[in-house]
């Protein structure tokens, strides 16, 4: 391990500018050109020097900059090498250049340095968790292990190590702050399940409500607000009367709250519906206050920041409304807050997540999964262009991207009949799509259910049209074919026999119409899916920063790697920090 000093002095080639990829990108120079650069560089680094008790003023600005390190971490939950090339596929349909010789390079393929093994301590197949832990403590752990290790013992984690090293630290997420990936980062709890504990530990709160320690984090931008709110709170998910938004307040955060929280959405007649439904909660809930968002959006935040911005998940991309910012915004957002905050002294760690390319893959819903994708890669340009330029102000940042599992077994290609397979599919069919799939099943369970139930002939005019139609899945002439009535049968047979507002639904009767819908539009596109869960494939890394650094990320790493990558270029030892967590806690427990 290569000690902090150590990290902050640099080689030249890093000061100057493009330093990403340099060795991949550089025409070849001869040898004489590169003599020439070396002495000219080397002469201006003693003259700098030189200038150093004579006029402090010039080498004062170089210096400090330099003593920067910033390390942005994102995760492409769920997205596995076929995910890669459908996103491609799925950018180049959606800019009518589909022929086989297009040369386009998404963002994430300029950045493509190697590959992970994605599996945890107790399955070949990890889980989000385990996988997160791989990154954050750097060692394999079981799955559902939130920053514990395979004998359930707590973990220090990168993002602790750099807090306790005077880094800010941070984490943006579209799913809840105390889902699974980013909980790692921050907290430790046996399993992923205990969301309100993990809620308590974003702010160094026992699950009791007591503070047992500084926060670890200096910004938190995600859903999940219904587990920083009292269970009194329509919007709740705790199990007792914490308020965390005004236990945050009384800390000093900076807390904002970016839906409406203080009464139930009109639909929904108790929080225990709201938590019943999971469309409903991703899909209609979310009563988001557009004004509120933009001035926070616009505003020079303070730190630490909590941003709330659903009660549960936001929504996927493909049904979110304009006024909820973007995955890039959000980004961006985070990473200039932390940035420019007057306690940035050192640089700061930000790890961000595209959630919800993995919920999309577990609905194996591929309009859904193509969008958070180009939602993600749009993300990554934006954050890319900002280290890009980092870097060539002399401020070492490192962007690190990868996934923690692939989800779904999405294949590209899918054999429909026995007639000897079709070599192709159809991402171009994925444009006219108008929501998910969970939408979609959401909306046709509503109006199936109305009161007074539609008639027959209504019920199915409101599948061929705004189910699978132009409305819906986009299944038109010019895009397949209208939808046919074997697709038609499908969706009807899925709802329930007797639709009525009265009788409650069948457990899980918009999960099945969701399948059903979802299955129909993959069909369409001739992709397949292995699972509702995750699979096994290794998963691809992707970096950028100086090469010499990145360097230690090429190849086919394990996923701890990218844990123990990022606690050296920090300089953390995370064996001594676990070392000092573990006493700090024993100490509160007696
Ligand atoms: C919470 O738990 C800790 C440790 O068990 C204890 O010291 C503290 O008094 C408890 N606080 C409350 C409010 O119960
Ligand atoms: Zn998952």
Redesign the pocket.
């Known amino acids: 391990m290569t000690s902090i000093g150590e990290k902050r002095i640099y080689s030249a080639h890093e000061v100057l500018p493009s330093p990403i990829l340099a060795r991949d990108k550089a025409p070849k120079r001869s040898r004489f050109t590169r003599v020439l650069i070396f002495t000219l560089i080397a002469v201006s680094l003693l003259w700098l020097q030189s200038c150093h008790s004579v006029n402090d003023y010039i080498v004062r600005p170089f210096k400090s900059s330099n003593k920067k390190v910033n390390i942005i971490f994102m995760i492409s939950d769920g997205y596995g090498p076929a995910s890669e090339t459908f996103g491609r596929s799925f950018h180049q349909a959606v800019h009518h250049n589909t022929s086989p010789n297009a040369n386009y390079k998404a963002p994430l393929d300029k950045l493509l340095i190697g590959s992970h093994r994605s599996r945890s301590s107790d399955s070949l197949i990890t889980d989000s968790a385990a996988g997160a832990t791989a990154f954050s403590c750097g060692l394999k752990s079981y799955n559902g292990a939130i920053g514990v290790d395979a004998k359930g013992e707590l973990c220090g984690t990168v993002l602790e190590g750099a807090k306790e090293q005077g880094w800010l630290t941070g984490v943006v997420v579209t799913s809840r702050l105390s889902d699974a990936t980013p909980a790692a980062f921050f907290a430790h709890v046996a399993s992923r399940g205990q969301e309100s504990d993990i809620a308590n530990e974003a702010l160094g709160l026992?699950?009791?409500?007591?503070a047992?320690r500084d926060a670890p984090l200096d910004l938190a931008i995600g859903g999940g607000g219904c587990y920083f709110l009292p269970k009194s709170s329509p919007y709740s998910c705790r199990q007792d009367e914490q308020d965390l938004v005004g236990a945050s307040k009384k800390k000093g955060w900076n807390t904002k709250i970016l839906f409406n929280h203080d009464a139930l959405k009109e639909g929904i007649e108790s929080p225990s519906e709201f938590h019943a439904d999971e469309a409903a909660i991703t899909h209609s809930a979310v009563d988001f206050k557009p004004e509120e968002a933009q001035a926070f959006m616009e505003e020079d935040s303070q730190l630490p920041l909590l941003a709330l911005l659903a009660p549960f998940n936001t929504p996927y991309e493909i049904d979110r409304k304009k006024s909820i910012p973007p995955l890039h915004s959000l980004a961006l957002k985070a990473i200039n807050t932390l940035d420019r905050s007057p306690h940035n002294t050192q640089g700061f760690f930000v790890m961000i997540e595209g959630s919800q390319i993995d919920l999309c893959a577990h609905s194996n819903d591929p309009a859904c999964h193509a969008r958070e994708i180009a939602a993600y890669q749009k993300a990554i340009e934006e954050v890319q262009a900002w280290v890009d330029n980092k870097n060539k102000q002399g401020e070492k940042t490192i962007l690190i991207s990868t996934s923690d599992h692939e989800t779904g077994g999405l294949t590209l290609g899918r054999q429909l009949t026995s007639d000897y397979p079709n070599y192709a599919y159809y991402p171009e069919r994925l444009i006219p799509v108008q929501q998910s799939a969970a939408s979609l099943s959401a909306h046709l369970i509503a109006f199936a259910r109305q009161p007074t139930p539609p008639r027959d002939d209504e019920l199915e005019q409101f599948v061929r049209q705004e189910t699978l139609g132009k409305n819906g899945a986009g299944f038109l002439p010019e895009n397949g074919g209208q939808p046919s009535d074997e697709e038609v049968k499908a969706v009807l047979d899925c709802i329930p026999q007797t639709p009525s507002a009265l009788t409650p639904p069948p457990i899980n009767t918009a999960d099945i119409c969701r399948a059903v819908i979802a299955d129909l539009i993959s069909r369409r596109v001739e992709v397949g899916w292995s699972t509702s869960g995750h699979t096994g494939v290794d998963v691809p890394v992707h970096a950028s920063g100086p090469t010499k650094d990145v360097d230690g990320l090429r190849g086919n790493i394990e996923n701890t790697h990218i844990g123990t990558f990022i606690a050296n270029q920090l300089g953390i030892d995370l064996a001594d920090l676990t070392k000092r967590l573990k006493k700090q806690r024993s100490q509160?427990?007696h």
């Open positions: 026992m699950s009791n409500g007591t047992y509160i427990s």
